[in-house]
Each structure stands twice: as structure tokens, then as C-alpha cells.
């Protein structure tokens, strides 16, 4: 539903009478909550007028030593305080050791017999595309063994591709 002049007039009506913004949209009819808020933010409505609700009745304040239930006389000393929100509170479990695989051999290593080799034109899903040389030189090449399947590389070359970062991090400060 749109927003016509004369439901403007009534949203800017009913805000400035205090109503909250459920309430507006109850009233209006064919429109969101969500959409009375955009509709006040867009038109610079800021100020509220009295609240068409009770005013909240003032809290009694607590004794300092008060516990929150007479049955247990020792929960406030065994309970740990909470404070703040504490949804993403960080779990300072110690993190488990990672398993260490053996290095994969270097590349330079790894020998592709000529007749697995694959150019660009002889590439397959199920072909290793791990490139091999400089791509601008006539005898570069993708490696063109059996790929691990769902990976585009076969196990040796998914190994060197897929480290963990504290790996990859290691291996940068150990070369230079």
C-alpha cells in the first residue's frame, strides 16, 4: 500500500500523539511496523509527544545484601555475576592440537609423465588443473592427473593449494 498524502498526515498525527509505531500500523491498516518506522525516519520525525501508554511504575530499589529468593539462602555467593551480554563471549577453552600431516613433495618433484599432461584444450573435470610453467612459454602444461573428485586438483596439488593459514604463515617466514 502506498502512501498517500492523507495517511501521511495521520502517521505524523498518531507519532506525534505518542503512539508507537505497532500501534500506527494497526491503526493505518496495510502496512508493516517496520514500514511506519522507515516512513517517520525518511520524514524527519524525531520528536516524540506524551506516550499513550502508563507511565512505568517506579522500581523499589534492592538492599544491598537482599538474595532474589528466600529458599536459597547461598545463591548469590555461589552463583558467578554475569555482567554485560555475554551471547558471543569468547570460550577460552584451549584449542585441540592440530594434526600434523607430512609436507607434501615440492612441485619440482612431482613427475607428470608427457602423456598425462594437459593443455587448456585437453582439460577435463576429472583433470588435475594445477599449471605447470609460465603460461606465456611453449611447454607450459596442467598437470592433468586423476583430480580429486569435487576438487579441481589431484591429491598432491590439493595439498599445496589447500593449507591452513598457520601453515601458509610458517612457511612465508621460513623463506624469507
Not at 536459597?72 to 555482567?83: M, Y
Not at 588443473?129 to 576438487?151: H, Q
Request: aromatic letters at 6%; proline letters at 10%; a positive charge.
Amino acid at each position: 500500500m502506498s502512501w498517500s498524502d492523507e495517511r501521511v498526515e495521520l502517521l505524523k498525527k498518531m507519532w506525534a500523539d505518542g503512539l508507537s509505531a505497532s500501534q500506527i500500523a494497526n491503526e493505518l491498516g496495510g502496512v508493516t511496523r517496520n514500514a511506519v518506522i522507515g516512513k517517520v525516519h525518511r520524514l524527519g520525525l524525531s520528536g516524540r509527544g506524551k506516550t499513550g501508554a502508563q507511565p512505568a511504575k517506579p522500581r523499589k530499589p534492592r538492599a544491598a545484601g537482599g538474595n532474589a529468593s528466600p529458599s536459597a539462602p547461598n545463591a548469590r555467593s555461589t552463583q558467578p555475576r554475569t555482567v554485560g551480554a555475554t551471547a558471543l563471549k569468547a570460550d577460552f577453552a584451549p584449542a585441540p592440537k592440530p594434526i600434523v600431516e607430512r609436507e607434501p613433495a615440492p612441485v619440482k618433484d612431482l613427475v607428470i609423465p608427457v602423456e598425462e599432461r594437459a593443455t587448456i584444450l585437453t582439460l577435463t573435470e576429472s583433470k588435475c588443473k594445477w599449471p605447470i610453467g609460465d603460461p606465456t612459454s611453449e611447454d607450459f602444461y596442467f598437470c592433468g592427473k586423476r583430480s580429486t573428485p569435487g576438487m579441481p586438483y589431484c591429491e598432491h596439488h590439493a595439498r599445496i593449494a589447500y593449507q591452513p593459514v598457520n601453515d601458509r604463515r610458517r612457511e612465508r617466514r621460513n623463506a624469507g
